[in-house]
C-alpha cells in the first residue's frame, strides 16, 4: 500500500503506522474511526483505488491506498459490487492482520477502534437502488457501513486518486 506520509508501505508496516498512530494519540482523542472504502474509474481498464484511513476523531488522520488495474466493468451494478468485494477483502486482511499483532502485544487492544466501510453510492443517481443491497451484505459480514455523503474514504480519497 502507499501512503502519502510514509511512502510504500507492507501490509505488516500498515498495521504498525496504524497501531503506533492510536497509541501516540490515544490520550488526546475522541476516539478513531478505521476505514475502508473503494472507488473506480473507467479508463481503457477500470482503475480501481481501495483506501484504508484511521481517523483520530475531531483531530484528522492518516491514509493509505492501493491502486489496481483490472479488465474494464462498464456495468454500475458489476462495478459497485466488486468495489464492495474489495472493501470487504482488505477489511478481512487488515482485522486479521490487527489481531494477530495484538495477540503478539498485549497493550494494544483494537477493540476500542470502530470499524466501518465506505460505499461510494448515494441517495441520489443511478447507484440509488444498490443502497439496500450493499449494506444488508456488509452488515451480514460484521462490519458498520456509511454511504454517501458520510462515505468520505471511498468518495473523497479514492475518488480523487482513481483520477
Known sequence: MISPTYGSCSDDQVVRIIVNYIRTNYKTSEGFNL??????????????????????????GIFFYDVL????????????????SMSLKCADKLISKLEDFSKKQTDFDFEDVNFCIHVDAGTKGKTSKLIPDLVSWIRACGYNCKIKPDSFAASSIADKISK
Open 35 to 60: 476505514i475502508v472504502g473503494t472507488d473506480s474509474q473507467n479508463y481503457s481498464d477500470t482503475k480501481m483505488v481501495v483506501v484504508i484511513a484511521v481517523q483520530n476523531i475531531g483531530h484528522g
Open 69 to 84: 488495474r483490472i479488465k474494464r466493468i462498464d456495468n454500475i451494478r458489476q462495478k459497485l459490487l466488486y468495489e464492495t
